[in-house]
T-cell receptor
C-alpha cells in the first residue's frame, strides 16, 4: 500500500547536525513537506519541496530529495535544544496529504 | 501572521455523548480539513471540505462524523455518539487554494478524551 515511513527516534548533541529520514511510496506525489510538532502544540510547517527538485535550503534547514529511491531527508544544522520536537514528513497529491508517524528528535546539551 | 484556531483545547466527554469541535480557518482560505492523531500514532486524514460540501473522506469518517460550515468563519466537526476509541488529538487545517504547492496550515488541535 501507499505509506510514508520514518524512524521514530533521533538523539543528537547540541551544536551537531541532525538528519531525519523519510521514505514514501507514491511516485506521483507532487510536493513533500516537513512539519514540526512541539509538545501540546499543532503542526507547524517547516519547509516543503517540489518533486522535481533535488534540494532546498532554508537557513539551518536543508531538504534533500532522491526521487528515484523515494527518499526525503531533513538536515538541521547547528541543532539547538529548541529544535527538540516531533518532525513529520508528509506527501501531497491531488489535494490529499499523508503523514509519516513522526520522528522524535531529542537534543542533549 | 494569520492562524488556524481551534476550540476547546481539551474536551472531556462521556462515551455515547455528542461532541462538537470548532475551528476558525484562516480567513481567505477555501479548503478545510480535519485530521486525527491517536496518542503515539500518525496523523490520519478524516475529511476535506470545499464549497460547502465534503470533497473527500477517509474510512475513519463514518456516519458518526459530520462537518459543517455554519457561517463564514467556523468549521466544525461533530461526533454524534462518541466511543472510547475516538479519544485522540483532532487537528483542523486550511489551505488557500487547490494547488499542491499551497501548504495546509494547521491549528494547535483539540485533545478529545472519552470516558
Amino acid at each position: 500500500g501507499e505509506d510514508v515511513e520514518q524512524s521514530l527516534f533521533l538523539s543528537v548533541r547540541e551544536g551537531d547536525s541532525s538528519v531525519i529520514n523519510c521514505t514514501y511510496t507514491d511516485s506521483s506525489s507532487t510536493y513533500l513537506y516537513w512539519y514540526k510538532q512541539e509538545p501540546g502544540a499543532g503542526l507547524q510547517l517547516l519547509t516543503y519541496i517540489f518533486s522535481n527538485m533535488d534540494m532546498k535550503q532554508d537557513q539551518r534547514l536543508t531538504v534533500l530529495l532522491n526521487k528515484k529511491d523515494k527518499h526525503l531527508s531533513l538536515r538541521i544544522a547547528d541543532t539547538q535544544t529548541g529544535d527538540s520536537a516531533i518532525y513529520f514528513c508528509a506527501e501531497s497529491r491531488d489535494n490529499d496529504m499523508r503523514f509519516g508517524a513522526g520522528t522524535r528528535l531529542t537534543v542533549k546539551p | 501572521e494569520p492562524e488556524v484556531t481551534q476550540t476547546p483545547s481539551h474536551q472531556v466527554t462521556q462515551m455515547g455523548q455528542e461532541v462538537i469541535l470548532r475551528c476558525v480557518p484562516i480567513s481567505n482560505h477555501l479548503y478545510f480539513y480535519w485530521y486525527r492523531q491517536i496518542l503515539g500514532q500518525k496523523v490520519e486524514f478524516l475529511v476535506s471540505f470545499y464549497n460547502n460540501e465534503i470533497s473527500e473522506k477517509s474510512e475513519i469518517f463514518d456516519d458518526q462524523f459530520s462537518v459543517e460550515r455554519p457561517d463564514g468563519s467556523n468549521f466544525t466537526l461533530k461526533i454524534r455518539s462518541t466511543k472510547l476509541e475516538d479519544s485522540a488529538m483532532y487537528f483542523c487545517a486550511s489551505k488557500v487554494g487547490a494547488m499542491d504547492y499551497q501548504p495546509q496550515h494547521f491549528g494547535d488541535g483539540t485533545r478529545l478524551s472519552i470516558l
